[in-house]
């Protein structure tokens, strides 16, 4: 016969069950809901656009971003070890100012390329080549869940092979 815990352990094991689907269901999975936010020049989308209560921050990053995503980029993509098709962008510096580096740019948490102009830029201006990608399961690149740095880390890896292989 099986018998039930009941009491604290009982309520403690239902609590993380909980927990823990809702952390999954919210912060793991790419919801569908969830748009891309990577800026379109041809597609004004207004989740993007910074309204007049937007902090002086979100509109700068809003400029900075229609600055990122609207350079002449080359489309690039890899596979990741898990056979998942990760993308990015690549802006190459401008010839009279290169470095002759290469700077991976990668987003945080929820996020996706489009959304780190501010850094791109930083790094273009110094004269660098600029790799910002999408990870998975955001923007453009594959997936449906981000496992918070397990298989990312193994994705940046890629990255920079990709980089060390190319350059």
Not at 36 to 51: A, S
Request: net charge negative; aromatic share 10%.
């Amino acid at each position: 016969a099986i018998q039930w815990i009941s009491g604290p352990a009982e309520s403690f094991a239902v609590y993380v069950a909980g927990t823990g689907a809702t952390v999954y269901a919210n912060a793991m999975r790419r919801p569908s809901s969830r748009p891309d936010r990577n800026y379109d020049p041809d597609e004004q989308k207004d989740y993007i656009v910074p309204t007049e209560k937007s902090s002086v921050y979100r509109q700068a990053a809003y400029n900075y971003n229609i600055w990122w995503n609207t350079r002449d980029r080359e489309s690039v993509e890899i596979v990741s070890t898990d056979g998942l098709r990760l993308r990015g962008g690549l802006l190459k510096a401008e010839e009279d100012r290169s470095v002759g580096r290469i700077a991976i740019v990668v987003h945080g948490h929820m996020c996706c390329a489009g959304e780190e102009g501010f850094i791109s830029k930083m790094f273009h201006d110094a004269g660098y080549d600029v790799l910002a990608v999408d990870q998975r399961a955001h923007g453009k690149s594959d997936g449906e869940t981000l496992t918070m740095g397990r298989l990312e880390a193994a994705d940046a890896v890629e990255w920079t092979r990709y980089v060390a292989d190319r350059f």
